[in-house]
């Protein structure tokens, strides 16, 4: 089993900045990409941003320029940081990790989730 476990939401006002964090443990082979979701009241899941197991990235247009998703190996952890914070940023805040459990074994996995709030 893998457990993925998010953190470093909160409130912030606008033009500011968080780091989220992406933290995965349990026994799997790899992971090969990990994506950053969010999901504002009222409106449908939206990916943010992915990261592959080669550090390739992609992002929302949305978030171009002022969102950032980084990995360190070395920690199993999954970063997205948020600068020039707006409003419309205002969502929870998912980790998804598509996971090797063994080399012919994927799963996909998600963590709680962490509450992130612009507003001044």
């Known amino acids: 089993q893998v457990q993925l476990v998010e953190s470093g939401g909160g409130l912030v006002q606008p033009g500011g900045s968080l780091r989220l964090s992406c933290a995965a443990s349990g026994r799997y082979f790899n992971i090969d990409a990990v994506g950053w979701y969010r999901q504002a009241p009222g409106k449908q899941r939206e990916l943010v941003a992915t990261i592959t197991g080669g550090g390739a990235t992609n992002y929302a247009d949305s978030v171009k320029g002022r969102f950032t998703i980084s990995k360190d190996n070395a920690k199993n952890t999954v970063y997205l940081q948020m600068n020039s914070l707006k409003p419309e940023d205002t969502a929870v805040y998912y980790c998804?990790?598509?996971?090797?459990?063994?080399?012919?074994?994927?799963?996909?996995?998600w963590g709680q989730g962490t509450q992130v709030t612009v507003s001044s």
């Open positions: 998804n990790a598509d996971v090797r459990i063994t080399y012919f074994r994927k799963e996909d996995y």
